[in-house]
């Protein structure tokens, strides 16, 4: 596709196998189609990797942050699962939105987690709300060590930001869907690689090899979840996309 922004005309002039159009700047259309080359070239300046929460590193798009916030408020689970620690960041954000509700408890799974990032982790504040586990997301024994830390009756979110290959996301699927409650989600995270496939720091197979084909698939095989973009509680625009690295990402269970 090809793009071309006049701003003295106030024009957005796409081109898409050989149809070319013309559209107004400051429209709906044109702020989709200028925000997904947006995401793509962030990306590849890793401008998700200049945010931090609260003191620790947090490797995501502010944008997915505040949805998943609005997510958390709504459901408010007892839960929140998160597959995948690196520095820490996105644990101890969850762990602040549960202590602002006054209600829940964060546990973090990554196969090896630094020992710098531990001791950072473990020092931090809001440490008690969390649980950490080291081991492999899909290893059995440590998938049912994680089952058995959720008490029943209790509301539970997962989400999977650890090895994004479509075959790891298909299994940590498999492996943690049974936990996830009504009308809540398991979120198959950065499933952007999609779009992402060709950009300078991108890889080819990322075109099929992505979170969001693990979740297309899952859910074709499990009709108790339905993938959808959870409603915005507060929207007084005309838009209605998620400007997201998290495309079909939120699978909700009935």
């Not at 820490?88 to 549960?98: D, F, P, Q, R, V």
């Not at 989400?159 to 809540?184: F, G």
């Amino acid at each position: 596709m090809k793009l071309t922004i006049d701003t003295n005309s106030k024009i957005l002039t796409y081109e898409i196998d050989g149809r070319t159009q013309n559209i107004d700047l400051y429209s709906k259309e044109a702020f989709e189609l200028i925000s997904k080359q947006w995401l793509k070239v962030g990306w590849n300046q890793k401008y998700p990797y200049t945010f931090s929460w609260m003191g620790r590193p947090i490797i995501q798009l502010p944008e997915d942050m505040i949805r998943i916030q609005e997510v958390i408020y709504r459901v408010k689970p007892d839960v929140i699962i998160e597959t995948g620690i690196a520095h820490g960041g996105s644990l101890i954000y969850y762990a602040s939105i549960c202590k602002a509700m006054g209600k829940g408890r964060v546990i973090g799974i990554d196969i090896e987690i630094r020992p710098h990032n531990a001791q950072a982790i473990k020092a931090h504040e809001l440490f008690g709300f969390l649980t950490l586990v080291e081991g492999s997301s899909t290893d059995p024994e440590i998938v049912t060590r994680v089952k058995n830390m959720v008490k029943p009756g209790e509301t539970v979110l997962v989400i999977l930001d650890s090895n994004h290959t479509k075959q790891h996301v298909a299994d940590e699927l498999e492996a943690y869907y049974t936990l996830v409650t009504p009308n809540s989600y398991i979120v198959a995270t950065d499933g952007s690689m999609l779009d992402l496939f060709d950009v300078p720091r991108g890889k080819p197979d990322w075109k099929w090899n992505n979170p969001t084909a693990a979740a297309a698939e899952f859910q074709h095989n499990h009709p108790e979840f339905t993938i959808e973009q959870p409603e915005w509680p507060f929207n007084e625009s005309e838009l209605s996309l998620n400007i997201t690295h998290w495309p079909g990402a939120w699978l909700k269970k009935k």
